[in-house]
């Protein structure tokens, strides 16, 4: 019986740190497959794109713990892209005063941020007081953006965002450059990191997101605002969506109205790989950290190693429905562990 | 009354100041040269410039297109020569061209309004690709000098269907697509 329960001990702790210890098999693999996957240029290029996603995937933490999805980030991505690249290279013309307002860059960084909440106040919004699934709901305003980004430029890439001296707006692509050798990317991931983790484990607020995606009904039953939780979710998501869409179009000195297509996937992805239950009522910020780390070193490795785009979307659906698979596995064998313990207290 | 003069004088101070902080730079539009010391790129006024140039360069290179003829493909190749017009084609109002007689291969000089190719620029000397920006300005470049062929030497032609059966004599840059040589003419008289 006892030897029975250390298994069950033993076969917790690695389901718990799967998703770690998958991550040094994958470091392991890639640098046995490729001799320069651990030099400091490719590693700078790694954590350049895991700050990406994982930036993403800090909103989507949030947002799968109450229960929902959030699809519209990546589409949020290419309209703040968008919309920030064309304030620098166009400005905005007011035609009635005959006027046009070239914003700061810090200026153009605030608006996009507040688009961003903006965009997840109306996920929120459509979720909570039309009781629109969020699923479809965040389908549909990721078209919209979508849409939208592309109409703001008729489809055009807008190629000018460095910005002039004289118009005072020079300065976006510093977020897409280094800082003593680490991409600025890094830096904002890692400081937004720990805001989420404060966020999600040592404020109140924190509690009622994962209290709301466990059980809404008791959540509302203890008095806690679940609608009102649930658009800060999105609107944390759609905050992050923006700094994605502001460093991605720094680091790409260009905007393309097509910018952040599908990283919805990999932010979910890394998420979901991070140990948050697609169900809501848990997860962790630490899991969603790895699990960007293993989405990207999967991505730039694959790459790497000269494997086609096409395989590496097999790879990387397979490796969402096997994290899924051991998360129920785990969460089935939480529950045996729960029973048994009960069963010898008794 | 009172409220809405605080309301006006709050956005005016709001908008002095967040221009005087540099938050924002307001331009007359059309006007940011003024401040960035850059003029917005002009293509016609360049082609303008060049035009006369641009001429002289291509006569003093052209070839007797009879000589040179068989030579001619996708590259612009700058050829002069007189030949009797066998048609002036203007089926289409877009792709109006003379064919002319003569010649072993189907020989035709493009009258507009469209014109087509970049012969003329790609024939100068005087401007190269990275004297421009980008590969726009470049092209609109190429469009410019085909437009100063339209307005200084084909529509001073004022051609008609009398000129079928008369004589011309031209200079342009020519390419070969499709068994087709196409001239873009620098200049050009009707006998």
């Known amino acids: ?346 | 009354m009172k409220k809405k003069i605080a309301l006006l004088l709050a956005a005016v101070m709001l908008a002095t100041g967040v221009t005087g902080c540099g938050i924002v730079t307001v331009v007359k539009i059309g006007q940011e040269g003024t401040l960035t010391g850059e003029t917005e790129f002009d293509s016609s006024q360049q082609s303008g410039q060049d035009w006369e140039q641009v001429v002289a360069e291509i006569t003093e290179n052209a070839k007797d297109l009879k000589e040179v003829e068989g030579d001619i493909g996708s590259d612009a190749v700058a050829v002069s020569g007189t030949a009797v017009i066998k048609e002036w084609n203007h089926e289409q109002a877009v792709k109006t061209y003379i064919v002319l007689d003569g010649y072993e291969n189907e020989v035709v000089i493009q009258t507009g309004s469209v014109y087509t190719g970049t012969a003329v620029r790609d024939l100068q000397t005087l401007k190269k690709f990275s004297d421009f920006k980008n590969q726009t300005e470049w092209s609109e470049y190429a469009k410019s000098l085909n437009k100063e062929s339209d307005s200084q030497i084909v529509q001073p032609l004022g051609l008609s269907d009398d000129v079928n059966g008369k004589e011309i004599t031209f200079v342009g840059g020519a390419v070969k697509k499709a068994g087709k040589i196409t001239i873009t003419v620098v200049s050009a008289q009707i006998n």
């Open chain 1, 1 to 346: 019986m006892s030897e029975k329960k250390s298994n069950n001990n033993l076969m917790m702790t690695i389901l718990k740190g799967r998703t770690f210890i998958v991550l040094i098999i994958l470091v392991i693999f890639f640098r046995i497959m490729k001799s320069n996957f651990l030099d400091p240029t490719t590693l700078a290029m790694i954590a350049k794109h895991v700050a990406l996603y994982g930036i993403l995937a800090l909103g989507m933490t949030f947002v799968i713990i109450t229960g929902g999805i959030d699809l519209s980030v990546g589409s949020v991505v290419g309209l703040v892209g968008m919309l920030a690249g064309g304030l620098i290279q166009e400005g905005l013309t007011l035609k009635m005063f005959g006027v046009t307002l070239y914003f700061s860059v810090p200026m153009i960084i605030i608006f996009m941020l507040l688009f961003g909440l903006f965009t997840g106040w109306i996920n929120g919004l459509i979720i909570t007081k039309l009781k629109v699934a969020p699923f479809i709901a965040t389908l549909g305003t990721m078209y919209m953006c979508r849409g939208f980004a592309n109409l703001r430029s008729g489809g055009a890439t807008f190629s000018s965002i460095a910005g002039k001296e004289g118009l005072g707006n020079v300065g976006l692509k510093t977020l897409g450059s280094n800082w003593f050798g680490i991409p600025a990317g890094v830096y904002i991931f890692a400081v937004l990191a720990i805001i989420a983790v404060v966020l999600l484990k040592k404020v109140p607020f924190g509690w009622y997101v994962t209290a709301v995606g466990g059980n809404e009904k008791s959540a509302r039953l203890s008095g806690i605002k679940a609608d009102r939780i649930k658009i800060y979710v999105y609107m944390i998501s759609g905050f992050c969506a923006a700094w994605v869409g502001l460093i991605n179009t720094a680091q790409l000195s260009a905007a393309h109205p097509a910018s952040g297509d599908g990283w919805e996937m990999n932010a979910i992805a890394a998420t979901v790989l991070g140990g948050t239950s697609m169900a809501g009522g848990s997860g962790t910020i630490v899991g969603t950290i790895v699990g960007a780390f293993v989405i990207g070193v999967i991505n730039d490795g694959m790459t790497m190693c000269g494997v086609s785009e096409f395989w590496q979307k097999v790879i990387r659906g397979a490796v969402i429905i096997l994290a899924v698979v051991i998360d129920q596995t785990q969460r089935n064998l939480q529950a045996k562990m729960a029973l048994q313990a009960r069963n010898e207290n008794k």
